[in-house]
């Protein structure tokens, strides 16, 4: 367990709102990375985070955006929410070694 | 074609039964491998790490790596109802990024 909490666990919302997921870890751990998870496609890669403000897409990256100004937090943020980005979402970290990564719980979002 | 192709499963075993699991890869350059355990609603947790080829034993659990062949299996001696759960195999190219491509997952059923 790499100590990693998401905020919120769970959420509901609008079509057209904004939403910000949070990611803390307390590894120290350099990688963060968010990924969205669907029956059928298993877990798919948003953004991920080399470093303070390094930050790159993934295979699904559109609608989305992220930040990192601290090493311990991540933030994944959905512009205007569709119902196409309904889905558990999952943060991610890794110090480097071997490419492992730790997962943490989730977060449920729904957007109606 | 995806890069990492997975059997979704179900696989339905009775308790103390010899079970493999499988997934087979096309990119040549992937050099970890992985295998999480995911329960239902929480997050995916490492269960073995393989660099190259060769076996690698944990207790019940055994996770091989053929690289001429692009296959990686994890066998579960003596399962147990609590091994009941979704595995997802994961592989990295180990580039500097540290990205994981990641299986649909099998989900396996022990029966008591």
């Known amino acids: 367990d790499a100590g990693i909490t998401q905020s919120p666990r769970h959420k509901v919302t609008e079509t057209g709102t904004p939403v910000t997921l949070r990611c803390h870890q307390t590894e120290n751990h350099r990688y963060m990375y968010w990924y969205r998870q669907d029956p059928g496609h298993g877990l798919r890669l948003i953004h991920y985070s080399y470093g303070v403000k390094d930050t790159d897409k993934g295979e699904v990256s559109d609608g989305y955006s992220v930040s990192r100004s601290k090493t311990e937090d991540f933030l994944l943020t959905l512009e205007s929410a569709t119902s196409s980005q309904t889905s558990v979402y999952f943060c991610?970290?890794?110090?480097?070694?071997?490419?492992?990564?730790?997962f943490g719980p989730g977060t449920r979002l729904t957007v109606l | 074609q995806k890069e990492v192709e997975q059997d979704p499963g179900p696989l339905s075993v009775p308790e103390g039964a010899i079970v493999s699991l499988n997934c087979t890869y096309s990119?040549?350059?992937?050099?970890?491998f992985m295998w999480y355990r995911q329960y239902s609603r929480k997050g995916p947790e490492l269960l073995m790490y393989?660099?190259?080829?060769g076996n690698k034993e944990d207790g019940r659990f055994t996770a091989q790596v053929d690289k001429s062949s692009k296959y990686i299996s994890l066998f579960i001696r003596d399962s147990q109802p609590s091994d009941s759960a979704t595995y997802l195999c994961a592989m990295s190219a180990s580039d500097r990024r540290k990205k994981l491509v990641f299986g649909t997952g099998t989900r396996l059923l022990v029966s008591p």
């Open positions: 991610a970290t890794g110090s480097g070694g071997g490419d492992t990564q730790y």
């Open positions: 990119n040549s350059a992937f050099q970890y």
């Open positions: 393989t660099y190259s080829s």
